[in-house]
């Protein structure tokens, strides 16, 4: 009797637990369509190949430069870990989450994070932080990112942050409760529609143009675990102008560059070199790259990397030649269906994930 009082007892228990789970699998939100970019971060793991170059960093990095196309023209086997507003301290938690997995050659940021020097908002977190699996690399970034309202222990526990979803559950929070699809190429977000880019708001003058000691302080940390690494860090400018880049910024980023013997490319002033034409090549006025203008930057910015660093072309090679493929056959797809759907429709209407075993 005693034992069978004891069974009972852990059964309730792990009833409970298995409850609680399956509540929490629901209630959190799943990224699938519409605002997708909270997929991003975990993407990643679902990865089979390994990466020579291994990309950090916002919506610069993981809408401009299309890491299929770089496949294709060098066979640089390529990933960008990227999310949206993905502040400093974050890319540098997600490569050294990265780098427990796999050892790059190269790794690129891209500076324009460095701007922001605290919390921004608890979305923006969430959708850099809730993918990572847990390590001491996710527990820092909550650490250094969460803003006064937020709590740690609604990182450990989701359920807490999302009980009240209830009235917000659609179709897809049910569709994707154990497996999603995906929603990027290796990390790149793909659009192919375009809006020419339009006159920007002059730029306002700044009392400071100092980037702050956190900011910069991890960009230190990124360069430090880089060298203990063996991996080449670059530091990259996209080449879109909105939000502006203001020349002192750059000056700093330059400086610091120069200062701990690594490379820095601003492609703002390489655009024509890179062969953009922002009235074609982008599809939200300015703001990013659409498809046509991430390859371009892929051809270009793949050609600078091949020159400066001992990179694989791994297009003979047989067991990368077939995984690459898929990617390459998966990117074809879903370039045919946005532009079968602006042909019908006149604009895009599936912005979500699509399905790849």
Same mark, same amino acid.
Request: net charge negative; hydrophobic share 35%; proline share 4%.
């Given at each position: 009797m005693?034992?069978k009082?004891?069974?009972i ?19 959190v ?5 519409? %605002? ?12 089979k ?17 299309s ?16 999310s ?5 301290w974050?890319?540098? &938690? ?23 020097? /605290? ?9 850099? %932080? ?5 390590s001491k ?29 209830w ?8 569709? &994707?409760?154990?497996k999603k699809?995906?929603v ?6 793909m ?26 302080? &991890? ?33 700093q980023?330059a ?5 701990n013997?690594? /490379? &820095?490319?601003?492609? %703002? ?6 062969g ?19 390859? /371009? ?12 660093y ?27 269906q ?13 912005f ?5 075993n």
């Amino acid at each position: 009797m005693k034992y069978k009082k004891v069974i009972i007892g852990i059964l309730a228990v792990l009833l409970t637990f298995t409850a609680l789970w399956l509540l929490q699998r629901l209630l959190v939100p799943k990224y699938q369509t519409g %605002i997708v970019e909270g997929s991003m971060v975990e993407e990643y793991y679902r990865d089979k190949s390994d990466h020579e170059v291994l990309m950090v960093g916002d919506c610069e990095v993981y809408e401009n430069i299309s890491t299929i196309r770089m496949w294709e023209q060098y066979g640089i086997t390529s990933y960008i870990r990227g999310s949206a507003q993905q502040l400093t301290w974050q890319s540098y &938690y997600l490569l050294e989450d990265a780098l427990r997995y796999e050892t790059p050659k190269v790794a690129v940021f891209n500076v324009l994070a460095l701007k922001y020097n /605290k919390p921004q908002s608890e979305a923006y977190n969430r959708m850099s %932080i809730d993918g990572m699996r847990w390590s001491k690399s996710k527990v820092g970034s909550i650490k250094a990112s969460m803003t006064e309202e937020e709590s740690f222990v609604d990182y450990v526990f989701p359920l807490l942050r999302y009980h009240s979803r209830w009235s917000e559950l659609t179709k897809d929070d049910f569709k &994707y409760m154990f497996k999603k699809n995906l929603v990027t190429h290796n990390g790149y977000y793909m659009r192919v529609d375009t809006l020419p880019q339009d006159e920007f708001p002059d730029p306002p003058p700044l009392p400071d143009y100092t980037l702050g000691d956190k900011a910069m302080g &991890y960009l230190q940390k990124m360069v430090d675990l880089c060298k203990e690494k063996g991996v080449e860090l670059v530091l990259i400018k996209a080449p879109t102008e909105y939000p502006h880049w203001y020349k002192e910024w750059d000056e700093q980023v330059a400086a610091f560059a120069e200062k701990n013997g690594i /490379k &820095y490319i601003n492609f %703002i002033p390489l655009q024509e070199n890179v062969g953009l034409d922002m009235s074609k090549d982008t599809y939200d006025a300015g703001l990013h790259l659409n498809t046509s203008g991430a390859e /371009k930057m892929a051809d270009y910015f793949g050609a600078w990397l091949k020159i400066n660093y001992d990179l694989t072309d791994y297009r003979d090679n047989k067991e990368y030649a077939e995984i690459w493929q898929k990617k390459v056959d998966f990117y074809n797809s879903m370039k045919q269906q946005q532009y079968d759907e602006l042909e019908k429709y006149g604009k895009l209407v599936s912005f979500g994930a699509n399905a790849i075993n």
